[in-house]
């Protein structure tokens, strides 16, 4: 089972970043994909999740109407395009695959929003 993150790192205040997750070993379609952020000094935090093909996404209040997460159910791909982003978004952001039995995180991407 694999989830590799890709699309982080430094941007300016105001700016957009799109994460990719890419997924491969497990049977994608039937998990729940999800983004969470883990802020200097703060507890890992649920920012994004989609369920299953078809499903609504939910997001964090604090990401609400910047934040979208889609899903490729071809590509096996989780995204989370970030816009209008400010520097309290600065965090690592960890992609994560759930179901009823399993659950799979990646490593992780950073992202740093500053000036």
């Known amino acids: 089972v694999q989830l590799v993150e890709s699309g982080g790192g430094l941007v300016q205040p105001g700016g957009s970043l799109r994460l990719s997750c890419a997924a491969s070993?497990?049977?994608?379609?039937?998990?729940?994909m999800s983004w969470s952020r883990h802020r200097p000094g703060k507890e890992r935090e649920l920012v994004a999740t989609?369920?299953?093909?078809?499903?609504?996404?939910d997001y964090a209040d604090s990401v609400k109407g910047r934040f979208t997460i889609s899903r490729d159910d071809v590509k096996n791909t989780v995204y989370l395009q970030m816009n209008s982003l400010n520097p309290e978004d600065t965090a690592v952001y960890y992609c994560?695959?759930?179901?009823?039995?399993?659950?799979?995180w990646g490593q992780g991407t950073q992202v740093t929003v500053s000036s």
């Open positions: 994560n695959a759930k179901s009823f039995q399993e659950d799979y």
């Open positions: 070993g497990f049977a994608f379609r039937r998990y729940a």
């Open positions: 989609v369920s299953s093909p078809g499903g609504s996404p």
